[in-house]
């Protein structure tokens, strides 16, 4: 069974930095893409970046890219985000999901989420 479980988010102000994990377990996750989501209240979920095997390529979204970086652990199991320049609006519930951006159809592999709160 696929289990996820994030953490790291809290309140940081505009312009500050937060890193998220994901612990990974009941999977191989040395062979899984791996994706972040996130999900701002009343709004859908957005695809925010995601990484391949590896940990050699990575994408990101527009919104996001030249501030966040995505990176894995394979020996840990451990997926993270690291969350630079942050802005008011990335204030949103954060999942890693286990696969490519196609999560987005589907939540079957998100983890339960972190809460990231950028406000002054």
């Known amino acids: 069974e696929v289990h996820l479980v994030e953490s790291g988010g809290g309140l940081a102000q505009p312009g500050g930095s937060l890193r998220l994990s994901c612990a990974a377990s009941?999977?191989?996750?040395?062979?899984?893409?791996m994706t972040w989501v996130r999900q701002a209240p009343g709004k859908g979920a957005e695809w925010v970046s995601t990484i391949d095997r590896p940990g050699l390529r990575t994408y990101y979204s527009d919104s996001v890219k030249g501030r966040f970086t995505i990176s894995r652990d394979n020996a840990k199991n451990t997926l993270y985000l690291q969350l630079d320049s942050l802005e008011s609006e990335d204030t949103a519930m954060y999942y890693c999901?286990?696969?490519?951006?196609?999560?987005?159809?589907?939540?079957?592999?998100w983890g339960q989420g972190t809460q990231v709160t950028v406000s002054s």
């Open positions: 009941g999977f191989t996750f040395s062979i899984s893409f």
């Open positions: 999901a286990k696969g490519g951006s196609e999560v987005l159809l589907n939540r079957d592999y």
